[in-house]
């Protein structure tokens, strides 16, 4: 009987332990909202980059994801720059595509 009590008390305090772990592994979600914001704010301030192009910003841990669809390479280094300048992102990774024939 012993014995079930120490597996028991070792599996709970692995639990928790990982439970610790699990609630610090999504990163500060309220910075990261910030720093969509503000891309998202340096993106419109480029008319170029304004409709019928798309430009969709998501940011983790302050990396920043830019995808959507543009009509030019240079529009679509234009956000990569744009992007770069907002304060807070460390980290800017750029899968806009081109959509040729606009």
Do not use: F
Not at 48 to 72: C, F
Not at 76 to 90: F, K, L, N, S
């Amino acid at each position: 009987m012993r014995r079930r009590s120490s597996c028991g008390i070792a599996a709970l305090g692995l639990v928790l332990a990982l439970g610790g772990c699990a609630s610090t592994q999504g990163g500060d979600r309220s910075g990261d909202d910030q720093i969509t914001a503000a891309v998202q704010a340096q993106i419109k301030q480029h008319p170029a980059l304004a409709a019928p192009n798309h430009v969709y910003v998501s940011t983790r841990n302050g990396t920043v994801y830019l995808s959507g669809q543009v009509s030019t390479d240079l529009q679509r280094q234009e956000a990569e720059t744009a992007a770069r300048q907002a304060p807070g992102v460390t980290t800017v990774v750029n899968t806009i595509s081109l959509i040729y024939g606009r």
